[in-house]
């Protein structure tokens, strides 16, 4: 089995810096590896546009670039599939998206547990890529890379908020992320991304942060920029997954394009 960067951090204490990637092109993957910059990298599938040899694809290449693991955010329906199909193509960790109390938590970490009266999970033996089709399916060592999955939840529904203290009760979370657009919706107030985040959904996040950090659980925060950490981090925050691919590159084109159209219309 492959180790997993991200969980050996997290048991040592120790901050992660992870990078959302939307597109599935491998020659992103890439990149990203490339920099050295990152403990991991999220596949954003809730967003993407994959089909289940994109799952492996991603995978194996994130493994060119050990220490770094690999992350799917697993939108609402049909997350028992998803996350089945994404652990079985070698992704590690998993963020789940819209669970709205601490039962549907529960079900999201059985889906990731191995099937065992121990675990009480569902998963099972197969030949899959993450047991290498034949070696380890069903071992010891695949029951504990089935535990040591990062289990990451977003916390971005008002009901989710409503059910925060069960939640951070429930054995098995390890992450917990606000998620602001979605909150904002929730209250019936609508989301401008370039609008900046409401008074009342500022407070709602950083509720979030100081009733997991009391509890021992680790809030992860999503970052444009690095230079927006520094609140963060002056609140115990040690978690955080910065940029988007495709941010970046709208944001190059509108700058330089926009730039050079400029320079050109000087010349008249």
Not at 207 to 226: N, Q, T, W
Request: proline share 3%.
């Amino acid at each position: 089995m492959k180790k997993n960067n991200l969980r050996e951090l997290l048991n040592a204490g120790k901050p992660t810096m992870g990078v959302h990637q939307v597109t599935v092109s491998p020659i992103i993957t890439e990149v990203i590896g490339n920099s050295g910059a990152f403990d991991y990298i999220e596949l954003v599938g809730e967003y993407a546009d994959w089909n289940l040899k994109d799952l492996s694809v991603f995978a194996r290449t994130v493994e060119l670039f050990p220490p770094m693991s690999s992350m799917m955010k697993v939108e609402w329906d049909p997350r028992v599939f998803i996350t089945g199909r994404s652990l079985a193509a070698g992704i590690q960790n998993m963020l789940f998206t819209d669970c709205r109390s601490a039962e549907e938590v529960k079900q999201c970490i059985r889906a990731v547990r191995a099937g065992t009266p121990e675990d009480g999970g569902i998963q099972g033996a197969r030949l899959s890529r993450n047991v290498g089709y034949v070696l380890e399916g069903g071992s010891a060592a695949w029951v504990q890379a089935q535990r040591d999955v990062v289990c990451a939840f977003m916390i971005e529904k008002k009901a989710a908020m409503d059910n925060l203290d069960e939640i951070l009760e429930v054995d098995g979370v390890d992450m917990l992320q606000f998620g602001p657009g979605d909150y904002s919706i929730s209250l019936g107030k609508g989301f401008d991304m370039a609008g900046g985040i409401l008074p009342e959904v500022d407070r709602a996040q950083r509720d979030m942060i100081e009733k997991a950090l009391k509890k021992g659980k680790h809030p992860r925060v999503e970052l444009g920029s690095f230079e927006a950490a520094k609140e963060y981090i002056e609140m115990g925050v040690r978690h955080f997954c910065i940029g988007w691919d495709v941010v970046a590159v709208h944001q190059w084109c509108k700058q330089n394009g926009e730039g050079l159209r400029q320079l050109l219309a000087e010349l008249k």
